[in-house]
């Protein structure tokens, strides 16, 4: 088993320089860099999990759609946890 991990900036909640970017636009990033980082194909990632603050239904959709956007397949589970 690999595990990796990454984040985006940290700012202001709805105040800061981010508070315009849609969340899959800084989220599709950091999966990109996990799977880059961690020297695997991105096809057999089996498992997301996101964490993150503020989002409505926890994150749920925004991870997801991310996942698509980073080019995990569509098998991939993903769960959020929102603080």
Same mark, same amino acid.
């Given at each position: 088993?690999?595990?990796?991990?990454?984040?985006?900036?940290?700012?202001?909640?709805?105040?800061?320089? =981010?508070?315009?970017? #849609?969340?899959?636009?800084?989220?599709? #990033?950091?999966?990109?860099?996990?799977?880059?980082?961690?020297?695997?194909?991105?096809?057999?990632v089996?498992?997301?999990?996101?964490?993150?603050?503020?989002? #409505?239904g926890?994150? *749920?959709?925004?991870?997801?759609?991310?996942?698509?956007? *980073?080019?995990? #397949?569509?098998?991939?589970?993903? =769960?959020?946890?929102?603080?």
């Amino acid at each position: 088993m690999i595990v990796s991990f990454a984040r985006t900036a940290m700012t202001k909640a709805k105040k800061g320089n =981010q508070k315009d970017t #849609p969340p899959e636009a800084m989220l599709a #990033p950091v999966l990109k860099a996990v799977i880059k980082n961690s020297g695997i194909d991105a096809k057999l990632v089996e498992d997301v999990c996101i964490g993150n603050v503020l989002q #409505p239904g926890a994150g *749920a959709h925004t991870s997801r759609i991310s996942s698509f956007l *980073a080019g995990l #397949p569509d098998t991939s589970s993903v =769960q959020a946890v929102n603080r």
